[in-house]
């Protein structure tokens, strides 16, 4: 027996095919399966309204079978569920996102909601939900990627680049990422990170970059040094700083506090809890 599309069966060269008369034209096989496929089709659109039919016929009577049970008998059944893609995302979380409790079949399986749900999830980006016959659902999800630590109520977090929390982390294992703190620093801190790229003196040093009143950034680098940043010409404080060898110096040699906010002008003032050290190491010429 031979395949639709087979050249012999074309041809009529096939054991037992008859000659290429009006009544046995040589792609009548051809004709014949596809509207084999088309009847099957066709049959099952219409049990599937059946089924809808019946299902509501019955609500409105009173009566509510268990239409579950009765998709699973005719082979629509979810058998096996298998989930690729994540590595911190538990697997209950996107097991209560499918609710197999009360979905038991492909034909009650809303994917667009399902897809909804799992993606709402802290870790989860994308949701791909692919049926595998007969009875096998594939759930595949990629995971947002950890960007920085977000300091909030005495409470870190690991955020995205969107600003999105990803999960909570304590204090013993840390990752190497940018610290950020404040309200609205998490949603403004890939913006931030970007703009302050574009100066390689102040990015290499900075260690903390805080929201003040969700307006402007206070950026505190790793030798003491704090640029208090106006809230609407951030890049044209940076701009002044790179460009002027002075105010380099000074934040090279640290522990001073440059603010940019006055129009015009910066105002200097060396750190105070290092102005006191120095005085009380100092000797006392009186002694």
């Given at each position: 027996m031979f395949e639709v599309g087979d050249s012999r069966a074309v041809r009529g060269e096939a054991r037992g095919a008859g000659p290429e008369t009006p009544c046995n034209p040589p792609h009548a096989g051809k004709r014949g399966k596809r509207l084999k496929r088309s009847h099957l089709l066709l049959g099952?659109?219409?049990?599937?309204?059946?089924?809808?039919?019946?299902?509501?016929?019955?609500?409105?009577?009173?009566?509510?079978?268990?239409?579950?049970?009765?998709?699973?008998?005719?082979?629509?059944?979810?058998?096996?569920?298998?989930?690729?893609?994540?590595?911190?995302?538990?697997?209950?979380?996107?097991?209560?996102?499918?609710?197999?409790?009360?979905?038991?079949?492909?034909?009650?399986?809303?994917?667009?909601?399902v897809k909804s749900r799992i993606e709402r999830l802290p870790w989860i980006d994308t949701a791909e939900l692919t049926r595998v016959f007969p009875g096998r659902l594939e759930i595949r999800v990629a995971e947002r990627r950890p960007y920085a630590l977000w300091s909030r109520a005495d409470r870190l977090y690991l955020i995205d680049k969107t600003g999105r929390v990803l999960a909570a982390v304590n204090g013993e294992t840390l990752p190497d990422l940018p610290r950020f703190a404040g309200e609205g620093a998490a949603t403004?801190?890939?913006?931030?990170?970007?703009?302050?790229?574009?100066?390689?003196?102040?990015?290499?040093r900075l260690a903390m970059a805080e929201r003040v009143s969700e307006r402007r950034w206070r950026l505190k680098l790793d030798n003491g040094t704090t640029l208090e940043l106006p809230a609407d010409n951030e890049v044209g404080a940076l701009e002044g700083l790179s460009r002027d060898a002075s105010l380099a110096k000074l934040v090279a040699a640290g522990r001073t506090t440059l603010d940019f906010r006055g129009?015009?002008?910066?105002?200097?003032?060396?750190?105070?809890?290092?102005?006191a050290a120095a005085s009380s190491a100092a000797p006392n010429p009186g002694s």
């Amino acid at each position: 027996m031979f395949e639709v599309g087979d050249s012999r069966a074309v041809r009529g060269e096939a054991r037992g095919a008859g000659p290429e008369t009006p009544c046995n034209p040589p792609h009548a096989g051809k004709r014949g399966k596809r509207l084999k496929r088309s009847h099957l089709l066709l049959g099952a659109l219409a049990l599937g309204l059946a089924l809808g039919a019946l299902e509501e016929a019955a609500r409105r009577a009173g009566f509510a079978p268990d239409m579950e049970r009765v998709a699973q008998a005719l082979g629509f059944g979810i058998d096996q569920v298998a989930l690729t893609g994540h590595r911190f995302s538990y697997d209950s979380d996107i097991f209560d996102a499918l609710d197999l409790g009360n979905v038991r079949s492909f034909g009650s399986l809303d994917t667009a909601a399902v897809k909804s749900r799992i993606e709402r999830l802290p870790w989860i980006d994308t949701a791909e939900l692919t049926r595998v016959f007969p009875g096998r659902l594939e759930i595949r999800v990629a995971e947002r990627r950890p960007y920085a630590l977000w300091s909030r109520a005495d409470r870190l977090y690991l955020i995205d680049k969107t600003g999105r929390v990803l999960a909570a982390v304590n204090g013993e294992t840390l990752p190497d990422l940018p610290r950020f703190a404040g309200e609205g620093a998490a949603t403004e801190a890939a913006s931030l990170l970007e703009t302050v790229a574009l100066y390689p003196e102040v990015a290499r040093r900075l260690a903390m970059a805080e929201r003040v009143s969700e307006r402007r950034w206070r950026l505190k680098l790793d030798n003491g040094t704090t640029l208090e940043l106006p809230a609407d010409n951030e890049v044209g404080a940076l701009e002044g700083l790179s460009r002027d060898a002075s105010l380099a110096k000074l934040v090279a040699a640290g522990r001073t506090t440059l603010d940019f906010r006055g129009p015009g002008r910066v105002a200097i003032r060396p750190d105070a809890e290092a102005d006191a050290a120095a005085s009380s190491a100092a000797p006392n010429p009186g002694s």
